[in-house]
């Protein structure tokens, strides 16, 4: 299940945006954090696992006002979490919580993207 940050889970998503190397610095997490917070662009959703607990979070970026493209920027699960089937998990809900939406990625996410996308039937 994808939950959309507000401050009530800052912590929580500051520690799984902290296994991201390039956010290891607090004062760059920070930065990134408020980034999610201060622009309707970037929005900010954390997982939950089939049990109920936090398993990572993710980062989109909004690419046009119909919400027609979403940018996947990064996604960290906890190292437990870190499986093939539950980043297509993820995924999946991306798709589902923008339905409309082509879902691509950055540089570093796009590889997960295309195999995520390869795994599917056809059509769909």
């Known amino acids: 299940m994808l939950i959309k940050y507000s401050p009530d889970y800052q912590k929580i998503a500051m520690g799984f945006m902290s296994y ?29 696992n089939n049990g109920g607990n936090f398993a990572g979070v993710i980062a989109v970026e909004i690419q046009n006002q119909q919400n027609q493209i979403v940018m996947v920027r990064y996604l960290s699960l906890s190292p437990a979490e870190r499986s093939t089937n539950n980043i297509y998990q993820v995924l999946d809900e991306i ?14 996410v796009t590889p997960l993207i295309l195999a995520w996308q390869q795994r599917k039937p056809l059509g769909k």
């Open 95 to 108: 798709q589902a919580y923008y339905p409309q939406a082509k879902i691509m990625g950055s540089i570093a």
């Open 20 to 48: 991201i190397p390039e956010l290891k610095d607090l004062d760059h997490l920070r930065m990134e954090l408020k980034l999610y917070t201060t622009d309707s662009r970037h929005q900010l959703l954390l997982y939950k």
